[in-house]
T-cell receptor, first 115, second 112 residues
Framework: DSGVTQTPKHLITATGQRVTLRCSPR?????VYWYQQSLDQGLQFLIQ???????AKGNILERFSAQQFPDLHSELNLSSLELGDSALYFC??????????????FGPGTRLTVL | DAKTTQPNSMESNEEEPVHLPCNHS???????IHWYRQLPSQGPEYVIH???SNVNNRMASLAIAEDRKSSTLILHRATLRDAAVYYC?????????????FGDGTTLTVKP
């Protein structure tokens, strides 16, 4: 158990809909990262937040957005869903900062299925 | 972003050592080399990391080439529970430290 929690575990929805995925980082961690893992594209970094502010951005679509709240939990919002958005979405956390030594602790993931 | 190249798959026998290679020819002087693994139906978990010197921990050893263009993750005695996808990634220092390119990884199969 990494200490990172994600809800829900599974989500099934239809094309065009909007969903929100939630992540609670390990106690004391200031950084939250979101990743998407699909069968054909592997593990893709989406976005990082550090203490409420966006820190780094990866291949995140404009239809997707994220935020980190004052209690440090984070939400990933996915809108106008397409079949290709079906994937596992992982959240990771670490104490933060800008050091290359920081280990990331991953949650169990949310499996999103878009029908 | 600097990228890594790993073999798609490797096989090992149980209780034998496993050497998982990773090439990172475009690594910059301040990039750290991290290894993670992902067991079936789980999120990735940290294995080990290093900068220039070889590193050991309770899970594995990391051997880094002198020119840092390649590294090898060493599992000293593979067990069935080590069957996983192993990712070699580079982590920058600074504001881009969070951007980790995971690549496709190496799927390790351990045979009893």
């Amino acid at each position: 158990d990494s200490g990172v929690t994600q809800t829900p575990k599974h989500l099934i929805t239809a094309t065009g809909q909007r969903v929100t995925l939630r992540c609670s980082p390990r106690s004391g961690d200031l950084s939250v990262y979101w990743y998407q893992q699909s069968l054909d594209q592997g593990l893709q970094f989406l976005i990082q937040y550090y203490n409420g502010e966006e820190r780094a951005k990866g291949n995140i679509l404009e239809r997707f957005s994220a935020q980190q709240f004052p209690d440090l939990h984070s939400e990933l919002n996915l809108s106008s869903l397409e079949l290709g958005d079906s994937a596992l979405y992982f959240c990771a956390s670490n104490p933060g900062g800008a050091g290359g030594t920081d280990t990331q602790y991953f949650g169990p993931g949310t499996r999103l299925t878009v029908l | 972003d600097a990228k890594t190249t790993q073999p798609n798959s490797m096989e090992s026998n149980e209780e034998e050592p496993v050497h998982l290679p990773c090439n990172h020819s475009t690594i910059s002087g301040t990039d750290y080399i991290h290894w993670y693994r992902q067991l079936p139906s789980q999120g990735p978990e940290y294995v080990i990391h290093g900068l220039t010197s070889n590193v050991n921990n309770r899970m594995a050893s990391l051997a880094i080439a002198e020119d840092r263009k390649s590294s090898t993750l060493i599992l000293h005695r593979a067990t069935l529970r080590d069957a996983a996808v192993y990712y070699c990634i580079l982590r920058e220092v600074g504001t881009n430290a969070g951007k980790s390119t995971f690549g496709d990884g190496t799927t390790l199969t351990v045979k009893p």
